[in-house]
């Protein structure tokens, strides 16, 4: 049976809003909230206002790009067109260390979630079990997922509304002094800041699923600007009620589970179970975006001859999924059942903000440089914005961890030596895309 040649165009505006939403699991703001509020000494809120505002410049340029690109590939296939194959490679490579560690980290919130609740039964079963169903769900596809995204993306937003009324409710009875003291600056607001960009890696997921959109030139944009906008105004709602609620920032019996801490004591043991439920919810839902982002971009790589065309550009015959390329996905994740999550964590962030800096930066060669779009108004649109946004990442970059680093560099370099194989040591072009059903070309 013949594949068919491409992949659905079932998603518009409000879905792929949704999955943006459910990638970035707006209750996912308590798996980093002790942990940011100590970093920032009680400025969780400030740290979240900086992210925001530096991913939005960051969202628009996505959102230009893929006006001018509407495939799948996301950061990769910008810096490739604009770039050329070899940054496009190492650009796609690094971005590739946070997606393929994402899924992986849900895996494991769910398994430590739900273990505390069922100590009984071992962690590395619900990590098993949800790993699996997740895998099934991505092979049935976009579809099936986003009905799931509804789902999950209601709940997170019930829980947050019942958060804030019972937050509401105890600050009636016991006013913050000072309300607004979690938004002013702090030691620690920017290095916090540049771990919360993370959060916001769902409007980059967004920009994947272009070739599963109808009207990506006009769907895409919107949507990546939608689910920065969105998911950020909430984290920071649910971080400024959870700052006045629990002002101080060094004294949660464990940080790892500061909301647990939090629910228990605004609404009992009753309210913290259905925070656990709705929490591993959200973090199932943020495993299926997650992994269903990142097949989608080695099936774009797959595709491009980048790797192995045979097996990562091939679609399942009836759901027209990369089927391979999710089981790899799937694959890679099964670490979650011998690391912790404190190592998990800090092997992400170096790639998403590389990635951020190479999309602002692709803005600017393709509409001012190369398109040669120079008036006044172009020059703010395409040049100005673009260039701040590029600035705003390098900073939040500085600030990563010295671990991040290591890892991140250490990923490049074995990208590098995979790029000279590929190459034959640059004495070939690597593979370009030709935006077709056609087998993609080599640059010229």
């Known amino acids: 049976m013949t594949e068919p040649a491409g992949l659905k165009r079932v998603l518009g505006v409000p879905g792929l809003t949704l999955f943006g939403l459910t990638y970035l699991a707006p209750v996912a703001v308590f798996t980093t909230y002790g942990a940011v509020t100590q970093v920032t000494e009680g400025h ?36 490739q067109q604009t770039f050329g194959g070899h940054i496009g490679f190492m650009t796609g490579w690094t971005l590739m260390l946070d997606y393929l560690f994402l899924p992986m980290i849900n895996f494991l919130l769910i398994g430590i979630y739900l273990n505390s609740q069922f100590p009984e039964v071992p962690q590395w079963i619900f990590t098993l079990a949800a790993l699996l169903l997740v895998l099934v769900l991505n092979v049935v596809g976009i579809t099936v997922m986003n009905r799931v995204n509804v789902l999950v993306v209601g709940l997170s937003v019930v829980l947050i509304v019942v958060f804030a009324a019972l937050s509401l409710k105890h600050l009636a009875g016991h006013p913050a002094p000072s309300p607004f003291a979690p938004f002013t600056p702090g030691s620690g607001v920017f290095a916090g800041a540049a771990i ?95 992994q269903a982002s990142v097949s989608r971009i080695l099936y774009s790589m797959g595709r491009d001859g980048v790797l192995p065309r045979a097996a990562f550009a091939r679609l399942h015959p009836r759901f027209r999924t990369p089927i391979v390329a999710t ?72 600030s990563l961890s010295g671990v991040t680093f290591t890892v991140g560099l250490i990923w490049m370099a074995v990208g590098f030596v995979y790029l000279l194989a590929l190459t034959r040591m640059f004495t070939r072009r690597p593979p370009v895309m030709s935006f077709s059903d056609a087998e993609p070309t080599l640059a010229a």
Do not use: C, Q
């Open 44 to 79: 969780l809120p400030a740290a979240y206002v900086v992210a925001l505002v530096v991913m939005l410049f960051t969202a628009f340029s996505y959102g230009r790009m893929a006006r001018a690109y509407p495939t799948a590939g996301s950061a990769y296939t910008y810096t």
């Open 196 to 290: 919360l960009a993370l959060s916001f890696l769902g409007f980059d997921a967004v920009s994947t699923l272009s070739e599963e959109a109808r009207e990506p030139r006009r769907a895409i944009p919107r949507a990546i600007v939608l689910t920065t906008l969105i998911g950020g105004l909430l984290f920071i709602l649910v971080a400024w009620m959870g700052s006045l609620v629990h002002p101080g920032y060094d004294d949660f019996a464990n940080a790892d589970t500061a909301g647990v801490d939090i629910m228990s004591a605004l609404g009992g043991a009753a309210f913290e179970t259905i925070f656990v439920g709705i929490y591993v919810v959200g973090a199932f839902g943020s495993a299926m975006t997650t």
């Open 327 to 398: 089981a790899v996905v799937s694959a890679v994740s099964l670490v979650a059942l011998f690391i912790s999550l404190d190592n998990a964590v800090v092997m992400v962030n170096f790639g998403a903000l590389i990635a951020f800096s190479m999309v602002n930066l692709t803005v600017v060669k393709h509409y001012v440089l190369d398109e040669g779009r120079r008036s006044a108004a172009d020059l703010v649109r395409y040049g100005l914005v673009p260039l701040v946004g590029f600035a705003l990442t390098i900073w939040l970059w500085t």
